[in-house]
Structures are given as C-alpha cells and as structure tokens.
C-alpha cells in the first residue's frame, strides 16, 4: 500500500482530519505559514523585478525539518492548506521548499466533513499561480510601504512608529470620524408627542406632530393653540407588509452580528469562528460570498418543513453582490444543519448558534406584518399627529432569528376610523439635540471598510488588531454627561414648563485615535495622501483581485506603484517638516511662559517654556485618559507642579506625584498607586489618608500559620493567600476577609497536598524541585517559589540537582 501524507495548516484540522481517514494516511500540520520575508532586512530586490527572499523563520526550522521527513518517506503528498490565498501562497512554499516536485498533489475543500475531505482526495488540482502571485503582490507591496514609510515616521514624529497599507487607511477612517466629531455643533429643537386615547374604549396609543419647533416661544403658542380644540382622525391606511431575511453569513456580516448580538471582538469572533470550521462545525470562515451549496439548501428545507411546516421553508440562492468577491467560497454555514447545539463550550456554541440560526432564517418564507398609519388632526388647524403600528400576522424567519433591532411585535394600534374623535390625555414637547456622529466600534469600523473596498475577508480582524497593538488607536467606554433639557406639557385646561436631566454622548467599546495616532494621521495624509487615500487602496484590492483571476501581471503592479511611491518617501525625508501635534494651551500665569501640548520623544506631554532658549523648557508627560486636543491650561500646570505635597498625616509629609505606574501617593517611602477610577485634579489628603489607611489594613497579616504570617494578595486572577514562598488560590466566590483561620490552615494544607501530588522530583537540601504545571509543562521551584520552565527537550525524570542549576543559570536549554 502506498504511503500517503496529507499537510494542513494546523494541529486542530489535522487531528479532525484524521477521523475520517484510514491507516494509509497520515495527516501533519505546517503550523501555518513555513517561509516569509526575513523580518530585518526588506528582502525583496528592487531591480530584479521585485524578486522576493523568502526564509524559513527560527521557529519553523523544526517543523520544515520533520515535514521533510515524512515526505521523503511518503509516496504522496496532500497539500490541504486553506482554499484562499494564504492557502496558496503555504501550499506553494511547502512544495518548493520539501522538493516535493510532481509528488505534491494540491486538495481543497470549504468543510472539514468525511465527504468533503475525501472528495477532495479524489480531484486534486495543480497549485493555482494565479491565487500565488496576489498573495506574493500583497505581501510584497505591504513589505515596500512598510519598511519605506516606518523610517521616516521614526525621524518626522518619534522612534519606534511603523505604517502600513491598509492599517493606516483604517486609521485615517478613525481620525475623520474624530474631526467631525470635534467639529459638530448640535442642533436645538422641540419635537412634539401626544399621548391620546380612543373614547369608546379607552385604549391609548401615541402619535408624533409631523413637524418640530425651533424656540420656546413658538411650541409654547401652539399648545396654548390647542386648548378647547377636537382632536380628529383625517386618514387611516392599511397595508400589509413583508420582511425578507437576511442573506446567509460573509465574514464581515458575522462580525458585525457577533459583535452587536454576542459582544465579541473581531479577533475573538475569529478565533471562535476557526475552531468551528478546524473541528468540522462550520464551513470556511473567511468569504465573501453569500452562496450556499445546493445540498445544503435542500438540507435546510427539509430540516424546516419537518420542524415548522412547509409554509416556513422558502429554499433560496443568494447572489454576491462584490464585483470582487475573492475565491468562490460558500457563505458561512454549519455543517449540518440538523446538528442544532452540537457539544462545544460556551462562546464556541453562541457562536455556532447564530450561524445555524442566520444559515437557516436565510432559508425561510419572510415575515408578514400588518401596517397601519394614522393621521390626527387638531380642529381648525393644519397640524398633523401621526400613529404608526405594525402587528405580526405571519412570523416566518422571525421564528427562528431576529435581525439585530428587530422585535417580533411592534406597538398595536386600537381600531381607529376615519372622522373619528379621540381624546388628548396629554401632549409633551421636549427639547431635542442633534447628536454628533457615532464613533466607529469593531463591526462598524469592518463595515465601512467593506463598504470603501478596502481589505478582504482574511485582512479586518488582522488590521483592528494592529492598530491598537502599535497604540495608534484604543477600545475604550466613554461615560455620558449630564444636561438640562427643557420640557412643556399640556394637557386640557393646563400648561406646564419643568427641567429634566439626560445623559448624553456616552459610547461604549469605540475604537477613538490615540494623540499618537492622529499625528501620524496628520503626517501620511499630508506626506502620502495618495497611499492612504480611500480609491487608491480599493484599486490596489481591485488589481489583487485581477492578478488571483489572471488577469494582471504582479511585477506590472508593483513596478508601476514603486515608480510613483518611491519619489513621495524621498521628498518626505528630505522637505516635511517635524510633525508634533503641538497645540498651544496659552500662558503661564507665574512665569509668563507659554505652555504646550505636543508629542514628546516619549509621547505625549505638555511644556512650559520655548525651546532654544538660555532656560531650559520643563515638561511633564500627560496622564492616562488624557488627550493633546483635550488638555486645559489648569490641567498642564498642575502636572508641573507634581509631585506635590498634600499635607501630614501622623506626623509625616504626604506627597501626590506621578510615575511609570501612573498618579500615586508617597507616604513614609511608600508608594501606594491611586484607583483608575479617581480624579487626580481632585485628589486630596482627605483621600491619600484613607488610601494610606487601607493599604496598612491590606498589609496586616490574616493569619499565622506554623509562625508564618499570612497575607492576602491581589493578583492577576483574583485575591490569593501568600505564606511565606507559597501563593494559595482563595476559592472564586470566597471573600478574603470572610475567611477563618481554620480554614486558612486548610487551604494551605490542601495546596501541599497538590504540590507534593505535582511533585516530580525535589532535593530539599539544596531548596529545588520540579513540579508539574498546566498545559503539561514542567516547572522549577527553588525555595517554593516557581522560578523557571523546564525545556522541553529536557526530561524531568533523569534530572540532577547539577542539571536543574545549570538550567536556572542559564548554561542549559
């Protein structure tokens, strides 16, 4: 029999991989990528057309080296990488580097199922050049701009910066939004809502004046207006009306749901996504496409007919509407549709949840609803209340998945005719702000991106990521503000004026420019327009999309946007100016000197004083939360003034000051950090001693156990008991200070327990012994406290004292 190997990209897919094949296949992971660019130089030759240096990185030499020999002992090799063009792109680069030649077969497939693994076994292709060639243009071109324009932000801003295609498009999106923003000045207005009841059976309803007022005076004379008027019914219609479901999901749609209906990031709606498909739940995670094969339609209308009736199933193909869809993928389904909670932990099963429901809801007949407008109208005047209804006559889709805002009832209307009285209860005016455009959050960043053409399905989730990772953006809650708002009411025979509170302009997890962000913002639109200019970058995607189809040649591509690029990073080095944000926040009263907020070496900071003077300028960096275009006058002296004394407490100075921790308070040569929550502006010796205070109660022992002190801990994972070396989990759900000294002495005595059971082997002379720990990793203790992993390569069995202290000295890996 001969020997066959299939290679995926990953450990997940290849143990559910080899499920469904025999003895005669064996079934290795590449771990993703195998060869790369070298991470240091730019690697890639200019004047060889483009000619690209690929190395295996450190850390996939051992796998290339055991790929190599089980294919020099394989008769076949499978290479099942991902059908997309990073699928390609390792498929190729695994051939040519395990000189695999005519032995290597290419097999692909959008679902990890018995059938459609071996379906794929039974027509393999030739790797595609095509789907090679975008993938090596995309990396190639984003290796360009980023080790081209990286060096100039390093000399025009601060060290340490990078840029990239895409990522600063996306970052230009977040810094537009935060200009209008900045610049939106609302709109004041009075909208009108009456609250009405039909006479005969005194059902209520509302109904909303089709027009707003813009003064108080004007919305005061038309409810005075209506006092002694008849309230009439001018016109009742009826409609019925339908609402389609939404199409199966695209990677883009189910980040936008996952993130509105489950809460997640787009990274973790990815990573869920890919355990799904790797373990054989769902089809292929990233896509563009809204198809679904034909035997998974009929299974979906089976699946319906037999739970809801034939009336539910509605079977349907949906077309793409991208011109530049990428591969011809499905749309995200699962797998089997009659598989309706698999067995999965819990994020994994809200997940696949909401693919079976969309994947199934696509499939059904469309919700039909009954529509009813009513107008009302005050006698004599040609003002006009308008009520709306809607009421579910037939739920369809709707029985199994509710579109993001959609309720499966709305408000009831009561059977009104027309020329019929009703009678007003009450009519409100409020008072109305516009509200200012809503930042971007994940899902909605992804849909604009999708919008612009900017990216592809495998590119969102990286890109979000990066931006916060390099700190050019951050994920962050803005607490609402409070305001008066005016209100008038009227009711017959009364008119009353009264001031409520609302809390506006609070966003929760948007994606906001970080001070850092939009001066390199300001520097690429100014220097580089065209790179991250919105067209330019869908026509980089366009030509992408050409070259997968063979259509565009990629050296072509590349030569002809380095011919144009290269010229902008040489007159950037060589005539843009410094680019610091700076922004004068005006006079310092004592001194006179001027103070500014501005973009420092270090980032973001405030100065007293000019710079180039005999004087020194004295500078203070800005604390976390607070922004260059935010930053008040008040707020830049006091950071100068830090650290500063607040007073004495039992005899001893206190200080407020602030440091690479963040504001604290020093107190006896202590420093205790103050809470993020606190505002340091406000902070007096009234809170520094009740801070001081509760770090002195924290640092009393709770117990002594065997002439040991114990004392509770906070750590990463919630409060812990530290005796002597030993750290001592406190159940979940336990208060610390609940615990008694009993059970103290128990949960010590269970943690020896455990360690003496984790013990593999100990020499309590010298202080040391190895234990074992989570994920099946092995780890050095000295003095009872865990000091170092134990390699890999190194069994924990055959160990000496000699070895393990060469291993903490470095000397052995």
Known sequence: MKKKLLIVESPAKAKTIKKFLGKGYEVASSFGHVADLPEHELGIDIDKDFTPTYIVPSGKKK???????LTDKADEVYLASDEDREGEAIAWHLKNLLKLDDKAKRIVFHEITDKAVKKALENPRDIDENLVNAQQARRLLDRLVGYRLSPVLWKKIKKGLSAGRVQSVALRLLAEKEKEIREFRPEVSFKVEGNFRKRDTNENFTAALERAFGEEKEVKEFLESLEGRKFVVTD?????????PAPPFTTSTLQQEAASKLGFSVSKTMQVAQHLYENGYITYMRTDSVHLADSAVEQARRYISERFGAEYARPTQYKTKSKNAQEAHEAIRPTNIFAEEPSLDKDALRLYRLIWQRTLASQMAPAVLDHTHVSIKPEGKDDIFKAKGEVLVFDGFLKVYKPEGAEETAKRLPALKKGEEVMPEKIVAKQKYTRPPARYNEAA????MEELGIGRPSTYAPTISLIQKRGYVEKKSIPGQKRPVKMFEWQPGRLKEKIVQETYGGEKRKLLPTDIGLVVNDFLTKNFRNIIDYGFTARVESQFDKIARGKYDWVKM??????????QVEKAVRE????KGERLLGTDPETGKKVYAKIGPYGPMVQLGE???DEKPKY??????????DITLDQALFLFRLPKKLGTHQGEDVYLGYGKYGPYVRYRNNFISIPPHADIFTFDLDDAVALITRKQDADKPVAVVEGLPVYVKSGKYGPYLKWGEMNVKIPAGTAPQSLTEEEIQELIARKREQDKKNTVVEWPDRGLAVRKGGWGRYYIYVDGKRSKILPKNISPENLTPETVEEILKGKKN
């Open 236 to 244: 009742v219609k009826r409609k019925k009306g339908r609402r389609n």
């Open 445 to 448: 960043l992804v849909k604009k």
């Open 63 to 69: 796998i290339v080296r055991q790929l190599k020999q």
């Open 558 to 567: 590349l030569r002809e946007f380095y011919k144009e690029f290269e010229p």
């Open 620 to 629: 203070a960096s800005l604390l976390p939360g607070m922004r260059i275009n």
């Open 611 to 613: 710079g180039g003077t």
């Open 576 to 579: 843009a100016g410094r680019e």
